[in-house]
């Protein structure tokens, strides 16, 4: 490593310490890297530019973002909560159970935990505190961690911005996906059961089984949602990107016809969010793109790579070792940061070690989803502390529970493989 | 200035904000309809376009940069803001200063080399709709100027007092 790419790191981190956004942080901080190497500045350009030009994939990211806006406006997702009561509200803590139910529906919805908590978070709060049944610290803290789920269970922005830098297929990250997402929500599920039974939360009254039809039936068009996208995407019709595009077709479609709730306004509004989204995101990817040009010709991820071997290190002690990091790295950065940036440093190194890279992103995911949740940057408890007005001391205490069980959860993907790629080879991935 | 002078100045630069934002939702949309557009007609009528990848592709590049400079509020940036969020308004003043002139001087230096290189493109043209990719590229020029202009806005309303409106855990797409 010599000084010029020492100084541009410490001018990186300096300016993103003091405050400027990651993206021009990484940018104006290559910019000197180039300088001082002597290199052609024009390079900056040329690295962003091309690399936005050939990440076909990344158009996913915006299309995503695109149908879970309109699938906010046309309020698809309240009809699902009389659902998922009708599924879960007779047990105890049933409401607690309903809230992680509509997250697993929702992420088979929607690429992003945010947009998880945008579309159900308010209701889904407001339900559980309504005479004082649950503490609104325990609501907020069970729905920011159920939307958690959401970018595990498929489809999944943070996967596809893994694809990106890794080059394995967003079709089996996907896949991957679902088993990890699911034992994600049942050890959610088992914390909400052991504090049910501790606070001795109410239980909701069966749903009597002739108004079940008619339940399942208004809240079709969301049900539907997931097997048009995940049929698509794996019967080989669609690609994961053409799959978001027809998410938002749906979703639009929906709105318009079936629930007639969707104005000229709130859609162009729908449009503006996913375009200022898209903007702030695409960032992130640029900075990374020319960062990432830097360190690849710096040549660090096998100075990395040389590094560890040094020290003999097994698969799963390294595993070990990048959970650790990223789990720290994931209470001080936001998430898609250390995918962009963190993890291409380590996957040269996870490729010698003989780690496949479909679980080797799904693990990483997983983890850096678990950051979301975690003090003192968590991005979701920001949010749900604003949404429910609950201080986010309180949520956070409620919160860690289900950050334990979440961390066993990802001791169990980490070490065992097969429940990440059991249902890709299933369907004919050869890793 | 006259206060009605400012008064206009405001509403002028509102205005253009609304209009920057109706050319960044358009892009949004029309590469939306270009995937819809290439799905119908490759799968309904069996008759693939190769330019709606493209199209899709080049408003997807605009919207990220145009949308950067002239849609995205402080608010929405990707930003590590523990230090930023605890300083006081003056410390936060000092901060945006320092970022600011920072941001100028790099994006500013590279200015030169970015024109060339984009200009330099002018003789290779995209490769179903024969768009010369200069005019493809061009919006980075954009971006950079854009960048340098609006962090010059946002270091001198600092060094007059005003840090810049920032909310704590805005703008990310996870």
Known sequence: ?431 | MTRETTGRMLAGARWLRRRAENFAALLLLAMFLCFILQIVTRYVFNYPLGWTDEASVVCWIWCTLWGAVFVLREKDEVRFDIIYSTASARTRCVLTVITGLAAMVLFGIALPAVIAYVTFLKVERTAYLGVRLDYVYSIYVLFSVGVIVRYAGLTWRALRGQPPDIQIGSGSAL
């Open chain 1, 1 to 431: 490593m010599n000084s010029p790419f020492a100084i541009s790191i410490c001018a990186i981190l300096a300016f993103g310490l003091l405050g400027l956004p990651i993206g021009y942080s990484m940018i104006a901080g290559s910019i000197l890297y180039l300088l001082l190497a002597n290199l052609d500045l024009g390079t900056s350009a040329e690295q962003i530019l091309n690399g936005l030009y050939n990440s076909y994939v990344l158009l996913a990211v915006p299309l995503f973002l695109f149908s879970a806006e309109l699938m906010n406006v046309s309020k698809m997702t309240d009809h699902l909560l009389r659902f998922c009561d009708m599924l879960v509200g007779r047990f105890r803590g049933g409401l607690g159970h309903i809230n992680i139910a509509q997250s697993i529906i929702f992420a088979g919805m929607s690429g992003s935990a945010i947009a998880d908590l945008a579309a159900t978070g308010r209701i889904s709060i407001d339900m559980m505190t309504r005479n004082g049944r649950y503490p609104l610290s325990y609501a907020a803290a069970i729905t920011a961690a159920s939307a958690v789920i959401g970018p595990i269970i498929p489809p999944s922005i943070p996967m596809v911005l893994y694809a990106l830098v890794s080059d394995a297929s967003v079709g089996y990250l996907f896949l991957g996906g679902v088993v990890p997402g699911l034992l994600m929500a049942i050890a959610q599920m088992g914390i909400n059961t052991l504090m049910a039974h501790r606070h001795n939360f109410p239980v909701e009254e069966p749903i009597p089984v002739r108004e079940w039809p008619a339940i399942t039936a208004t809240a079709m068009p969301a049900l539907l949602m997931p097997v048009i996208l995940l049929g698509g995407i794996y019967s080989g019709i669609m690609t994961p990107t053409e799959a978001a595009a027809v998410a938002a077709a749906y979703a639009f479609l929906v709105a318009v016809l079936w629930y007639r709730n969707i104005s000229a306004r709130d859609t162009y509004l729908a449009v503006l969010n996913s375009a200022r989204s898209t903007a702030s995101i695409g960032m992130l990817i640029a900075g990374a793109l020319v960062f990432n040009y830097v360190v690849t010709i710096e040549q660090i991820p096998l100075t990395v790579k040389g590094l560890l071997a040094g020290y003999d290190l097994s698969a799963s002690m390294f595993l070990v070792w990048v959970n650790v990091i990223l789990l720290v790295l994931g209470c001080l950065l936001e998430g898609s940061t250390i995918i962009l940036v963190i993890l291409p440093i380590f996957i040269p190194t996870a490729k010698a070690l003989g780690i496949d890279l479909v679980h080797f992103g799904v693990l990483a995911v997983f983890n850096i989803m678990i950051g979301l949740i975690t003090p003192p940057y968590g991005l979701l408890l920001f949010i749900i502390s604003a949404i429910s007005g609950a201080p986010l001391r309180t949520i956070i205490r409620d919160t860690m529970p289900f950050v334990w069980a979440m961390i066993i959860a990802l001791a169990i993907i980490t070490f065992v493989p097969e429940s990440v790629l059991w249902l890709p080879r299933l369907l004919g991935y050869k890793g």
